[in-house]
């Protein structure tokens, strides 16, 4: 036996409203023949008579009123689905996963995230604290649509990776230090730090401006969270390397911030899949892109 369609409950809802298989006909562009196929199907499949007529007036049973109460609420949801689905195909709403660290989070992402609500208000941002590995690895299983990665990165089959920012690494000190104008390695080797977790990208940067001079330091501690880091620095436990973007609030008065000589710059790219087709993705990379000078 057929299953009922949306075009037969469709067909009985148009009758009850209208009082007529006529102009209901009329109504849906329908030939009289397949308005009356549609609703004798539906009470076969039912297995009881949906519709009666009585003076020239077409009116619904009490199983036709039944039926046709939940065939209104199932065309209202599928319209509803329909103008859903539309919206996201039209890039107008959805959803858009996205990966990044703490600092990128904290002080880029916010921006970008401004901006892309001004302009499309029903995009719903996810976003995920991951190291620039882990949103590489999840861009490639699907699982991210975009993520913000440290450069350089070597080539990901299926992704583009593009690069987006270049901000300056500086020292940020306790207060109480006396520190020059400018830090060197050197300088910076024989003071307590705090620095970040060995095998992030940061770290990487960080040893290899201390190795230009052959050192290596021994943080008193490795954290992978730059505002705790930042909270420890303040309150005189050690001094530490971060990056510090332009437009980021100054740090307070219990902190210095120094530039470092030589020069450390801390870059970053946009990752996504080379198949870019949801709009919403589209939409969020170009709230990025715009940040990418400021």
């Not at 102009?23 to 539906?42: F, R, Y």
């Not at 020239?56 to 036709?64: F, K």
């Not at 039926?67 to 539309?86: C, E, F, G, M, Y």
């Amino acid at each position: 036996m057929r299953e009922i369609n949306l075009d037969q409950l469709r067909t009985l809802v148009t009758i009850a409203d209208q009082g007529s298989f006529a102009k209901a006909a009329a109504l849906l562009h329908l030939a009289p023949p397949t308005v009356s196929l549609h609703i004798s199907e539906l009470e076969q499949r039912v297995g009881a008579q949906l519709l009666s007529r009585a003076k020239g007036h077409v009116r619904p049973t009490a199983i036709g009123e039944s039926l046709i109460d939940h065939a209104r609420k199932l065309l209202a949801d599928v319209t509803h689905a329909l103008d859903d689905v539309s919206r996201q195909a039209q890039g107008l709403a959805g959803r858009v996963r996205l990966g990044a660290s703490t600092g990128v989070i904290a002080h880029l992402l916010p921006r970008a995230l401004a901006s892309l609500a001004q302009s499309h208000p029903a995009i719903d941002v996810q976003i995920a604290v991951l190291t620039s590995q882990q949103t590489l690895a999840q861009l490639s299983d699907g699982s991210l649509d975009i993520g913000i990665v440290a450069l350089p990165q070597s080539k990901v089959a299926g992704l583009t990776i593009q690069p987006w920012r270049r901000d300056p690494v500086v020292a940020f000190l306790p207060a109480a230090w006396r520190a020059p104008a400018h830090i060197t390695p050197r300088w910076m080797a024989e003071r307590p730090l705090i620095l970040n977790d060995p095998g992030t990208h940061l770290s990487r940067l960080t040893t290899q401006w201390f190795a230009k001079v052959g050192l290596r330091p021994v943080p008193r501690i490795a954290l992978n969270y730059n505002d705790a880091i930042k909270s420890l620095v303040g309150a005189g436990y050690g001094g530490t390397l971060l990056p510090h973007e332009a437009g980021a609030p100054a740090p307070d008065e219990r902190i210095l911030m120094r530039p470092l000589r030589p020069a450390l710059w801390r870059q970053l790219g946009v990752a996504y899949r080379e198949q870019l087709s949801e709009p919403v993705t589209r939409h969020m990379l170009a709230a990025l892109w715009d940040l990418q000078q400021q």
